[in-house]
């Protein structure tokens, strides 16, 4: 399954190795509350070495299997940590299915904010779980690509990913 550590500074977190570099993961009984990319490639920091909280453990499952092409829908408690709009952001994204995209325009409207794709842009910036709030999925007018705080070459990854993996219709 990969290398995963745990240590508790302040919230419970594993580290998960991914084709797009390591992924610390934190929550705790509460929920998923960060998923972030890690600077450095190659090992990550060392851990105590405790077992991690179940909550973790299924994120590590359910991301590992993501990545597989196994999972198209996460099933994981998320503890989102944010503003009221920036948490209604957030849970619209969520909402996008596997293997599609929508424009930053097009999420403003469907929150009934239509001149907010700025806001809507900056929400999804401060997103602090990447892939479990699928903000890569969201692109700028006619699908070009724009930030995304894992970086351009990640958010171009895991749309291929999933345009490879995704059900076809028939």
Same mark, same amino acid.
């Given at each position: 399954? /990969? ?20 992924? &610390? ?5 509460? /929920?998923?509350? *960060?998923? @972030? ?5 190659? %090992?990550?920091? !060392? ?7 179940? +909550?973790?453990?299924?994120?590590? @499952?359910? $991301?590992?299997?993501?990545?597989q092409g196994r999972l198209l829908t996460?099933?994981?408690?998320? !503890?989102?940590?944010?503003? @009221?709009?920036? +948490? $209604?952001?957030?849970? %619209? ?9 929508? @424009?930053?325009?097009?999420?403003? #409207?469907?929150?009934? #904010?239509? /001149? ?7 929400? $999804?910036? &401060?997103?602090?779980l990447a892939i479990l709030v699928p903000c890569h999925r969201?692109?700028?007018? !006619?699908?070009?690509?724009? /930030?995304?705080?894992?970086? $351009? !070459?990640? *958010?171009?990854?895991?749309? *291929?990913?999933?345009? &490879? +993996? ?5």
């Open positions: 399954m /990969g290398h995963m550590e745990y240590t508790m500074p302040d919230t419970p977190y594993l580290t998960l190795p991914t084709p797009i570099g390591w992924l &610390r993961v934190s929550g705790d009984e509460h /929920g998923i509350q *960060k998923v @972030s990319f890690l600077a450095v490639q190659g %090992e990550p920091p !060392a851990g105590a070495g405790d077992p991690a909280p179940p +909550c973790l453990a299924e994120a590590a @499952s359910q $991301l590992l299997a993501y990545f996460f099933t994981l408690p998320l !503890a989102l940590i944010g503003t @009221s709009f920036q +948490c $209604l952001v957030w849970q %619209e994204t969520r909402q996008i299915p596997y293997g599609h995209t929508v @424009s930053y325009q097009w999420l403003a #409207k469907r929150l009934g #904010k239509p /001149g907010a794709s700025r806001a809507v842009g900056q929400a $999804l910036h &401060r997103n602090p969201v692109v700028g007018v !006619a699908g070009r690509l724009t /930030g995304y705080a894992g970086g $351009l !070459a990640r *958010k171009r990854f895991l749309l *291929k990913h999933e345009n &490879r +993996c995704a059900p076809r219709q028939r």
